[in-house]
């Protein structure tokens, strides 16, 4: 999997650099594991972030947290109405989570948005599930033959919580209050040969600031979708592959 963050440095070091200055969060203080400078973020000349940082981009009103969880994912985003989390790591991933939502002040997560079902990627949902009031659950339209997916999907059931799956070349876009929103793009074909391509692309919007998150999407769902990475990172201002 790679799990390195493009980022594009023209448009996004003003917008780090005011995650660095901590003076405008909303909710929380500040994030578990370091803060990663756009600029040189795990010594790579083109911003990229390496496994062992765990960034955060703060703009007004707008927490974004690329939690520390080693080879899988689970990122915060938090405004002032809504907390959403995309994607939810590994099993024993589960008290960095817990910790990071606390840290936020987070009571509830008002969507679970999972890009597909492979293990580092929804480990710790049927927990989250469990202890956490959930608004929806959000997923790709194919179901998985794993514990981790039992796990969700009963916990789902049990809590009466909406397993919502977008039809195949659709999308879901879900408010994250008056300034911003995230919009689910599901994948265009009924069947691929690795469940990777079945992820979920997410783009998150926020007072003209620009975010996208791929989940594991490989070249044919990258190419769906747009195709070239660096139309992308001109198109975006952060983009995590």
């Known amino acids: 999997m790679n799990r390195t963050i493009h980022t594009h440095i023209a448009k996004v070091c ?10 405008l969060l909303a909710g929380c203080a500040q994030t578990t594991g370091d803060t990663a400078s756009g ?29 520390n969880t080693g080879k899988s994912d689970c990122i915060l985003l938090r405004t002032p109405e809504v907390c959403v989390l995309i994607d939810a790591a590994d099993e ?3 008290a960095r989570i817990k910790d990071e939502l ?4 987070a009571q509830r997560i008002d969507a679970l948005c999972v890009s597909h079902y492979d293990k580092d990627h929804i480990g710790s949902a049927g927990l989250l599930l469990r202890d956490f ?4 659950v959000y ?14 999907e009963s916990a789902a059931k049990s809590r009466g919580v909406p397993f919502i799956k977008p039809e195949n070349d659709t999308r879901e876009e879900l408010s994250l209050g008056k300034e911003g929103r995230l919009t689910l793009y599901a994948p265009k074909l009924p069947e691929y040969d690795n469940d990777n391509e079945y992820s979920l692309i997410m783009e998150l919007t926020y007072e003209g600031r620009r975010f996208l998150f791929t989940g594991d999407a490989l070249k044919k769902r990258m190419k769906e979708f747009d195709g070239d990475q660096d139309a992308l990172k001109e198109a975006y201002d952060v983009v995590k592959l």
């Open 14 to 23: 003003r917008f780090v650099a005011l995650c660095l200055a901590g003076a």
């Open 39 to 67: 600029t040189n973020a795990g010594g790579a000349g083109d911003g990229a972030v390496s496994d062992a940082e765990s960034p955060q981009a703060a703009e007004a009103g707008l927490t974004v947290v690329f939690m």
């Open 92 to 94: 024993d991933d589960y």
């Open 102 to 105: 606390a840290r936020c002040g």
């Open 133 to 136: 009031p959930v608004g929806e």
């Open 139 to 152: 997923g790709p339209d194919y179901t998985e033959d794993s514990a981790y997916y039992r796990a969700l």
